[in-house]
């Protein structure tokens, strides 16, 4: 059972364009949800994450969308850049539980 | 100096050897987390440790055992490695204070291919 689904797969962007990653969820439970961003040959690195009771967080050219209702968030890359080329994952995490659920990610090619 | 060190950070093996890959924290973390990354997969949990001697399963630990014997230290064992152990291997950790959202902070990985 797959507790946070995100799309797309992959997406290519050109310079200057809006980057959207989406993702759903599924558990009421879930009272945090952070996305990460792993350049190749790294680790995952948070990005950034936000609470489920703000519709929206934005760090600079970051957003994250927050529709609690319809258990729903994304992240907006605004101006993307070649540098933002990167697999980005959104996840969730809640309750008692301890578990950070992660989406299967997104590879992000920003072209010059 | 990276906060969360894995050693080795590429490893070749043979199918049938056991091989053991580790990872440190200068963090100072109580939690600690073993997870593998395919393509297309994402992220799976394999082992986690909430302190030291404290070992739980994740959600494909078949194959694999780890040990915490130390706050810093959490190793990750293969004992007979098969190829379909391929993959990339994180370890990461986290604080164990409600405010902290048990974030997790990763590692740079270890690239494992068995043939």
């Known amino acids: 059972q797959q507790q946070v689904k995100q799309s797309p797969q992959s997406l290519i962007v050109q310079k200057g364009g809006i980057s959207i990653i989406n993702c759903a969820y599924e558990?009421?439970?879930?009272?945090?949800f952070p996305w990460y961003q792993q350049f190749p040959g790294k680790g995952p690195a948070l990005l950034i994450a936000i609470r489920p009771d703000v519709s929206e967080k934005k760090e600079g050219r970051f957003t994250i969308s927050f529709n609690k209702s319809a258990k729903q968030f994304s992240l907006h890359i605004m101006d993307s850049q070649p540098g933002d080329s990167a697999t980005y994952f959104c996840?969730?995490?809640?309750?008692?539980?301890?578990?950070?659920?992660f989406g299967k990610g997104t590879l992000l090619t920003v072209n010059p | 100096d990276a906060d969360v060190t894995q050693t080795p950070r590429n490893r070749i093996t043979k199918t049938g050897k056991r091989i053991m890959l580790e990872c440190s924290q200068t963090?100072?973390?109580?939690?600690m987390y073993w997870y593998r990354q395919d393509p297309g997969l994402g992220l799976r949990l394999i082992y986690y440790?909430?302190?030291?001697?404290?070992?739980n399963k994740g959600e494909i630990s078949d194959g694999y055992s780890v040990s915490r014997q130390a706050q810093a230290k959490f190793s990750l064992s293969l004992e007979s490695a098969i190829p379909n152990q391929t993959a990339l291997y994180f370890c990461?950790?986290?604080?164990?204070?409600?405010?902290?959202?048990?974030?997790?902070?990763f590692g740079a990985g270890t690239r494992l291919s068995v043939l």
């Open positions: 996840a969730a995490i809640g309750g008692s539980n301890y578990k950070l659920t």
């Open positions: 440790s909430f302190d030291v001697k404290d070992i």
């Open positions: 558990n009421t439970a879930f009272d945090y």
């Open positions: 990461a950790t986290s604080d164990n204070r409600a405010s902290s959202k048990n974030i997790q902070y």
């Open positions: 963090k100072g973390h109580d939690r």
